[in-house]
């Protein structure tokens, strides 16, 4: 009777930790999607400086009213970016070197990269 209840709970605390990877994965998938749709954005507010700019150029204009205002809206997103980034890496309990920029274990005290300690 021992060894069923033992694999009772072998069984639940695998199917528990299988539910909390796969809704981690669900988690990670949706934040991608974000990202994605934030570059977009960001590539499309690019995209109407420059056509912006090269009109100003076109008519011999030297107002450029609208660029603060893009700068703003692209620093508001490449904020959002680094955020769901952010979140991306506490799903994946990872962490960045603040040197090198390469991915590694949250509990890490050196990079394996670079060496730079934490």
Known sequence: ???????KE???T?????REKGEAIVEITKLRAAINE???E???TLRMMGETLYEAYKT?????ASIPES??????LYAEIAELSARIKALRNVK??????KEMDKDAVFCSTCGAKF
């Open 60 to 64: 011999g204009e030297e107002t450029y």
């Open 10 to 12: 072998k069984i639940t």
């Open 14 to 18: 695998t199917a528990r930790g299988a």
């Open 71 to 76: 700068c703003a809206a692209l620093d508001d």
């Open 96 to 101: 960045e070197c603040p040197v090198c920029k």
């Open 1 to 7: 009777m021992e060894f069923l209840e033992t694999l």
């Open 42 to 44: 960001i590539n499309k």
């Open 38 to 40: 934030k570059e977009s």
